[in-house]
């Protein structure tokens, strides 16, 4: 057993205090294997205009969406090909994005959430699944960011002091209309 392969089993373990401090929710059922774990966040930036021509204002609520990193690393941990690990995270999202449409129509505050928001480093595919793409203006949130993803950036990729420099934190964001519009069921 690999460095890596202990510091997944390590994660395993912590996920779940990790999970209630964060108050994540479950998209769907834990087994459907969504990668993504949400919560309902205000937002906090500048208002701004997607480009759909949804506006978002400060304090508009919008569902905050997580990588649930321990089944990404589970599902990475036999692709040695960093384009294949790329391949298989784009669609990893994109096969979890209609979880997160259902999980939008169905919540009891769907019609005052405006969209869903993240911040990665995985935002080069971002712009074909539909989300606009932001800096991070703030340099502290940005470093702070950097650092809280960089344990899955080291994990995720074969040669990480290649890439280090060329990555950055930015926010990805989607519209509930363009959310719905791609991935949800008509109803």
């Known amino acids: 057993m690999n460095v890596k ?3 997944i089993n390590i994660w395993n373990i912590l996920d779940p205090v990790y999970y209630s401090l964060t108050r994540l929710t479950y998209v769907g059922p834990k087994s459907d294997n969504n990668i993504f774990r949400v919560r309902l966040t205000r937002f906090r930036g500048r208002g701004g205009t997607l480009a759909d021509g949804t506006v978002l204002h400060k304090g508009d609520l919008l569902l905050k969406i997580h990588l649930h990193n321990v089944v990404l690393l589970r599902g990475l941990s036999s692709i040695r090909n960093d384009l294949q690990r790329g ?13 997160i449409a259902d999980y939008v129509q169905s919540h009891p505050q769907s019609e ?3 969209g869903i928001v993240g911040i990665s480093t995985l935002n080069k595919g971002c712009k ?20 809280t993803i960089l344990p899955i950036y080291l994990l995720s990729v074969t040669q990480p002091l290649k890439t280090f420099k060329k990555q950055s934190p930015k926010y990805i964001v989607m519209s509930k209309k363009t959310l719905l519009e791609r991935y949800g069921h008509k109803r």
């Open 5 to 7: 392969s202990y510091v």
């Open 87 to 99: 391949r298989y995270i784009y669609q990893a999202i994109e096969r979890s994005l209609p979880g």
């Open 112 to 114: 005052r959430i405006r």
């Open 128 to 147: 074909p699944l539909g989300f606009d793409i932001f800096p991070i203006v703030s340099p502290w949130f940005r470093l702070f960011k950097w650092l």
